[in-house]
């Protein structure tokens, strides 16, 4: 028996259209669910992946539509109660009862929260004028690729994935680029310091302008109404766009106003449940004790938002899941396509393969002899192996590794 034909006569609601959501309600049915599925999206789109939204879509090398997780046809025959621009603003536990922003309620017997996160904005002066964009969702994407012309200039303020990967789009269409970081260096919360400086090594060859540790006091507009960023330095900055990319803010409230247990995002364990044994929740907004990490945070990637969301609907339906994923990052800026496996802890031994200051090389973090992290600019092959030395927690010679002669499957 399946595991979801047990449970025919049951309501699941997931809030949430995005990845997680959107793998959830896919999940539920391929596990033979046949009970009503609602999907409550505050978006109006088909569910889709965001990636491709500072790159191919923001260039306008790819339509939207190509980032949807699923053709429409294939969607519509997941026979999901689909609630596109609908807000779930409320869960009434004792009941089982979601509100949502038409006034009406649903019903659950289980509830799956995959709400993400949306873009943090800053409420320094002048945030609100015109010119300034954040970038999230499909519609971001479309109102931040009509600025990107050739000529034109874009001060990105926050040196992090979203806003890099920004720049290297913006570059690729001739806009003229600079990243304010208040950081000294950039990723400097994901990354260690060798692959900030690559990055800026990076982004400086290709010309975008990068001032570190270099604070925002403000916005203001100039005579022709176009943004000005002031710097706390006292220096301005006029431009055409201002991409603010200063990370993102999960979306737990609906999860803290019904009492559940969060802390920068709403706690679960690794069957993906929440305080309430009803409620589970996947994604950007899930927060739980990762063991690769050896700690507990939100993993903000594509490959959780699509495991966690699988697994949260395979264990709404009573399978008992464990979801500990390595943590798999990438970012492709520009012709580089860099990768992370692993939390690098700033305690570990750093071990290079290859050279820091060419286009290829990979980094390894290891706690004494073991690989606990592994990441690097155009080295997937490598990657790959590396992966398995973490995965299988195997013992490692540090200068067998470092070196380049001797292959990665041989170590
Ligand atoms: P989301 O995709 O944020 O979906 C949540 C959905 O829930 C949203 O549509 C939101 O509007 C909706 N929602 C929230 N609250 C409610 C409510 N109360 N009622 C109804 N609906 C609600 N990861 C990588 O690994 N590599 C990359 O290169 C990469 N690039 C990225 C580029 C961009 C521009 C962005 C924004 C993210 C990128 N990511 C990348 C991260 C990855 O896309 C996210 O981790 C992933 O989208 C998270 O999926 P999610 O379903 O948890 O959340």
Same mark, same amino acid.
């Not at 995959?114 to 300034?132: E, I």
């Not at 690559?198 to 022709?224: I, K, P």
């Not at 496996?341 to 060419?358: N, Q, T």
């Given at each position: 028996?399946?595991?979801?034909?047990?449970?025919?006569?049951?309501?699941?609601?997931?809030?949430?259209?995005?990845?997680?959501?959107?793998?959830?309600?896919?999940?539920?049915?391929?596990?033979?669910?046949?009970?009503?599925?609602?999907?409550?999206?505050?978006?109006?789109?088909?569910?889709?992946?965001?990636?491709?939204?500072?790159?191919?879509?923001?260039?306008?090398?790819?339509?939207?539509?190509?980032?949807?997780?699923?053709?429409?046809?294939?969607?519509?025959?997941?026979?999901?109660?689909?609630?596109?621009?609908?807000?779930?603003?409320?869960?009434?536990?004792?009941?089982?009862?979601?509100?949502?922003?038409?006034?009406?309620?649903?019903?659950?017997?289980?509830?799956?929260?995959?709400?993400?996160?949306?873009?943090?904005?800053?409420?320094?002066?002048?945030?609100?004028?015109?010119?300034?964009?954040?970038?999230?969702?499909?519609?971001?994407?479309?109102?931040?690729?009509?600025?990107?012309?050739?000529?034109?200039?874009?001060?990105?303020?926050?040196?992090?994935?979203?806003?890099?990967?920004? @720049? *290297?789009?913006?570059?690729?269409? #001739? =806009? %003229? /680029?600079?990243?304010?970081? $208040?950081?000294?260096?950039?990723?400097?919360?994901?990354?260690?310091?060798?692959?900030?400086?690559?990055?800026?090594?990076?982004?400086?060859?290709?010309?975008?302008?990068?001032?570190?540790?270099?604070?925002?006091?403000?916005?203001?507009?100039?005579?022709?109404?176009?943004?000005?960023?002031?710097?706390?330095?006292?220096?301005?900055?006029?431009?055409?766009?201002?991409?603010?990319?200063?990370?993102?803010?999960?979306?737990?409230?609906?999860?803290?106003?019904?009492?559940?247990?969060?802390?920068?995002?709403?706690?679960?364990?690794?069957?993906?449940?929440?305080?309430?044994?009803?409620?589970?929740?996947?994604?950007?907004?899930?927060?739980?004790?990762?063991?690769?990490?050896?700690?507990?945070?939100?993993?903000?990637?594509?490959?959780?938002?699509?495991?966690?969301?699988? @697994? *949260?609907?395979?264990?709404?339906? #009573? =399978? %008992? /899941?464990?979801?500990?994923? $390595?943590?798999?990052?990438?970012?492709?800026?520009?012709?580089?396509?860099?990768?992370?496996?692993?939390?690098?802890?700033?305690?570990?031994?750093?071990?290079?393969?290859?050279?820091?200051?060419?286009?290829?090389?990979?980094?390894?973090?290891?706690?004494?002899?073991?690989?606990?992290?592994?990441?690097?600019?155009?080295?997937?092959?490598?990657?790959?192996?590396?992966?398995?030395?973490?995965?299988?927690?195997?013992?490692?010679?540090?200068?067998?590794?470092?070196?380049?002669?001797?292959?990665?499957?041989?170590?």
């Amino acid at each position: 028996m399946s595991a979801g034909s047990a449970h025919e006569a049951e309501t699941i609601v997931i809030v949430g259209a995005g990845q997680a959501g959107g793998w959830a309600a896919q999940t539920l049915r391929q596990e033979g669910f046949t009970g009503s599925i609602a999907l409550v999206g505050d978006e109006r789109h088909y569910p889709y992946e965001r990636p491709p939204l500072s790159k191919a879509v923001l260039s306008g090398a790819a339509p939207a539509g190509s980032t949807f997780l699923m053709k429409p046809e294939a969607f519509e025959k997941l026979d999901l109660d689909w609630r596109p621009g609908v807000r779930a603003t409320s869960i009434d536990r004792e009941a089982r009862q979601l509100r949502l922003s038409t006034d009406e309620g649903i019903g659950y017997d289980k509830l799956i929260l995959c709400t993400g996160g949306r873009a943090r904005t800053t409420n320094l002066p002048g945030a609100d004028l015109a010119g300034l964009f954040t970038l999230r969702t499909i519609d971001d994407a479309a109102a931040l690729s009509k600025v990107l012309m050739p000529g034109k200039r874009m001060v990105v303020v926050g040196g992090g994935w979203i806003g890099l990967e920004v @720049a *290297a789009t913006a570059r690729s269409k #001739g =806009v %003229e /680029v600079t990243v304010v970081e $208040l950081m000294t260096r950039l990723c400097e919360r994901t990354v260690p310091p060798e692959i900030s400086r690559y990055l800026s090594r990076l982004h400086s060859g290709h010309g975008v302008r990068l001032m570190l540790g270099a604070g925002v006091a403000g916005f203001t507009s100039n005579a022709e109404g176009l943004p000005v960023v002031a710097l706390a330095d006292g220096r301005e900055l006029s431009c055409d766009a201002v991409v603010v990319g200063i990370g993102m803010i999960p979306n737990d409230a609906i999860a803290r106003d019904a009492g559940l247990a969060c802390d920068g995002g709403i706690l679960v364990d690794a069957r993906c449940r929440t305080s309430d044994p009803r409620i589970l929740a996947a994604g950007d907004v899930a927060a739980w004790h990762c063991e690769w990490a050896g700690r507990r945070m939100r993993l903000e990637s594509w490959q959780n938002a699509q495991e966690q969301g699988i @697994a *949260a609907a395979r264990s709404a339906l #009573g =399978v %008992e /899941v464990v979801h500990q994923p $390595l943590p798999w990052f990438w970012s492709d800026q520009y012709d580089v396509n860099l990768q992370i496996y692993g939390i690098a802890d700033p305690f570990h031994r750093a071990v290079v393969r290859g050279d820091l200051e060419s286009d290829s090389f990979v980094l390894f973090y290891l706690d004494e002899d073991r690989v606990r992290s592994a990441m690097g600019p155009n080295a997937a092959r490598d990657l790959r192996f590396a992966r398995r030395l973490i995965e299988s927690r195997k013992r490692v010679d540090p200068q067998r590794l470092a070196d380049t002669s001797i292959a990665m499957s041989k170590q």
